[in-house]
């Protein structure tokens, strides 16, 4: 399959990234039951595994989004840019980043500093995918979906250069 200027091929099914979502929600809520939590969208890629994940969380939680990027073509420039901060009203609050992916990290090292600048009370990390091999950064990953060798992917939130997020199987780069 042709996306942009690169080739593609099938890597996970829609089913098994269903099932993975359903069990991070089931974790969360585990865990917050009590609370009322607020689930802060990192924008784009994080989009669709957002409304996925609330839509099978059963408790009380709100909704907020930052948005960040780093990424042209299939590599991390290393340099963050933020063009949406998080809310003031997240100062005091419990808060939960959805990430679609954990890749270098770096994304997420920034996020985590930004939330303890702004007062932001405890912060949670929900990913729906990681790549262990890559991932060398000290922050705790507290729920993560599901774990993916160093290849990258597109689909369900994740892109190739804005495209591709609209699928929900992911489809790995032909090397
Ligand atoms: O762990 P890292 O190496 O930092 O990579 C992870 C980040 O990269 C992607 O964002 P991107 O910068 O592509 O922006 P997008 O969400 O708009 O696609 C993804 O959505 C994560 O936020
Ligand atoms: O493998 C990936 N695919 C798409 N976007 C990404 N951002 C970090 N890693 C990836």
Same mark, same amino acid.
């Given at each position: 399959?042709?996306i942009g ?7 996970i099914? &829609?089913?098994e #990234?269903q099932? &993975?979502?359903?069990q991070l929600a089931?974790q969360?809520?585990?865990d917050?039951?009590?609370q009322?939590p607020?689930?802060v969208?990192v924008?784009?890629?994080? #989009?669709l595994?957002? &409304?996925?994940?609330?839509k099978?969380y059963k408790?009380?939680c709100e909704?907020s989004?930052? +948005?960040? +990027?780093?990424?042209e ?8 840019t933020?063009?949406l901060a998080f809310?003031d009203?997240?100062q005091?609050?419990?808060i ?11 994304? #997420?090292v920034?996020? +985590? ?5 702004k ?6 990390i929900a990913?729906l995918?990681?790549k262990p091999?890559?991932?060398?950064? &000290?922050v705790k990953l ?5 774990? #993916?060798?160093?290849k ?8 190739y250069?804005?495209?591709g997020?609209?699928s929900?199987?992911v489809f790995v780069? +032909?090397?």
């Amino acid at each position: 399959m042709k996306i942009g200027d690169r080739y593609f091929e099938p890597f996970i099914e &829609a089913s098994e #990234i269903q099932f &993975a979502i359903q069990q991070l929600a089931e974790q969360i809520y585990a865990d917050y039951s009590d609370q009322c939590p607020v689930f802060v969208g990192v924008l784009n890629g994080s #989009i669709l595994f957002l &409304a996925d994940l609330l839509k099978h969380y059963k408790g009380d939680c709100e909704l907020s989004f930052i +948005k960040v +990027k780093s990424y042209e073509g299939t590599n991390s420039t290393n340099h963050i840019t933020e063009s949406l901060a998080f809310d003031d009203s997240l100062q005091g609050r419990s808060i939960i980043l959805v990430e679609d992916i954990v890749d270098t990290g770096n994304t #997420i090292v920034y996020l +985590k500093e930004a939330a303890k600048k702004k007062n932001i009370h405890h912060v949670k990390i929900a990913t729906l995918f990681l790549k262990p091999e890559v991932y060398q950064k &000290a922050v705790k990953l507290d729920y993560v979906g599901i774990r #993916i060798p160093n290849k990258f992917i597109v689909g369900c939130g994740l892109d190739y250069d804005g495209l591709g997020r609209n699928s929900s199987e992911v489809f790995v780069l +032909k090397e």
